[in-house]
Nanobody
Framework: QVQLVESGGGLVQPGGSLRLSCAASGSIFSINAMGWYRQAPGSQRELVATITSGGSTNYADSVKGRFTISRDNAKNTVYLQMNSLKPEDTAVYYC?????????????WGQGTQVTVSS
């Protein structure tokens, strides 16, 4: 099984920055894509950003130019640098990883970390 452990959430003022981290562990053979999603109260979970093992990235329009996703393949860790935060960025942020175990594939989620942007 694959476990994803997120860290770095918290309370920040508008215009501030936060950096989220997510480390994957378990009997992992390879990880293809890693990404961040978020879910605000009363809303569906939405994509924030994804990154492939080769470094190709994809961002939601609402975060382009403000958020940067990166990963350390050696550590099976993905990061999300969030700058110029807005109140509408307030949500629970979830890490996702997709890849292969020795025999089967996996698609795993972290437990979520709260990000609150408020003055």
């Amino acid at each position: 099984q694959v476990q994803l452990v997120e860290s770095g959430g918290g309370l920040v003022q508008p215009g501030g920055s936060l950096r989220l981290s997510c480390a994957a562990s378990g009997s992992i053979f390879s990880i293809n894509a890693m990404g961040w999603y978020r879910q605000a109260p009363g809303s569906q979970r939405e994509l924030v950003a994804t990154i492939t093992s080769g470094g190709s990235t994809n961002y939601a329009d609402s975060v382009k130019g403000r958020f940067t996703i990166s990963r350390d393949n050696a550590k099976n860790t993905v990061y999300l640098q969030m700058n110029s935060l807005k109140p509408e960025d307030t949500a629970v942020y979830y890490c996702n990883a997709q890849g292969r175990l020795v025999v089967t594939g996996f698609n795993s989620w972290g437990q979520g970390t709260q990000v609150t942007v408020s003055s």
